[in-house]
């Protein structure tokens, strides 16, 4: 089964940018999708961003739409999401996912479809 690690999360200020990284391993990390998803204190996981096992098709949540960037890069393992212009909304542990099947031709948004969840990596905004 595939595992993924997050990272590049941290403190920055309102306005600043992050990009957060997701390595895969132990699996065939090309053949699937993979998303974004964030956590608030008291709130619950939220779809932010996926993109196809190709790379060739994205799809990000309204709210972070013109701010947050998912891309890919097979050949290292790797899925990325460029936070730029972060507001104190922002603020959260981020995890990724892989798509639970291989191939998707649609985007999908429900956790529930992901698997091979990361530990996930804090984000912090201040204002």
């Known amino acids: 089964q595939v595992q993924v690690v997050e990272s590049g999360g941290g403190l920055v200020q309102a306005g600043g940018s992050l990009r957060l990284a997701c390595a895969a391993s132990?699996?065939?990390?090309?053949?699937?999708?993979m998303g974004w998803f964030r956590q608030a204190p008291g709130k619950e996981r939220e779809f932010v961003a996926t993109?196809?096992?190709?790379?060739?098709?994205?799809y990000v949540a309204d709210s972070v739409k013109g701010r947050f960037t998912i891309s890919r890069d097979n050949s290292k393992n790797t899925a990325y999401l460029q936070m730029n212009s972060l507001e104190p909304e922002d603020t959260g542990v981020y995890y990724c996912?892989?798509?639970?099947?291989?191939?998707?031709?649609?985007?999908?948004?429900?956790?529930?479809?992901?698997?091979?969840w990361g530990q996930g990596t804090q984000v912090t905004v201040s204002s």
């Open positions: 993109i196809n096992w190709n790379g060739r098709s994205t």
């Open positions: 132990g699996g065939t990390f090309s053949s699937h999708g």
């Open positions: 996912a892989i798509d639970g099947v291989p191939y998707r031709y649609y985007h999908i948004t429900d956790r529930a479809d992901f698997d091979s």
